[in-house]
């Protein structure tokens, strides 16, 4: 069963960086196309970027070049870079594999003005 704990949210001040972790377990992880979400306070959770299994990448409409994802298949580990974070970015941040399987509980990320 596959298991997944992210890592790396906090408190940072607008225009700053995160970078966030996804260590994934239970199955053979180079196999699996893998993305980051989001879910804002009253919102619905989105898609922030996604990741294939041979690492070709694809964004969320709102990340452009500012969120980069990317993975290490030695270390089971999917990544967020997160650059010129805004207020609007603050969220509860999720890794899964695609299609969707069991969430895990997240990572907070908080942006102040």
């Known amino acids: 069963q596959v298991q997944l704990v992210e890592s790396g949210g906090g408190l940072v001040e607008a225009g700053g960086s995160l970078t966030l972790s996804c260590a994934f377990s239970?199955?053979?992880?180079?196999?699996?196309?893998m993305g980051w979400f989001r879910q804002a306070p009253g919102l619905e959770r989105e898609f922030v970027a996604g990741?294939?299994?041979?690492?070709?990448?694809y964004s969320g409409n709102f990340a452009n070049d500012r969120f980069t994802i990317d993975r290490d298949d030695a270390k089971n580990t999917v990544y967020l870079q997160m650059n010129s974070l805004s207020p609007e970015d603050t969220a509860v941040y999720y890794c899964n594999t695609i299609p969707n399987g069991v969430w895990g509980q997240g990572t907070q990320v908080t942006v102040s003005e």
């Open positions: 990741i294939q299994w041979h690492s070709q990448r």
């Open positions: 239970g199955v053979d992880f180079n196999n699996y196309n």
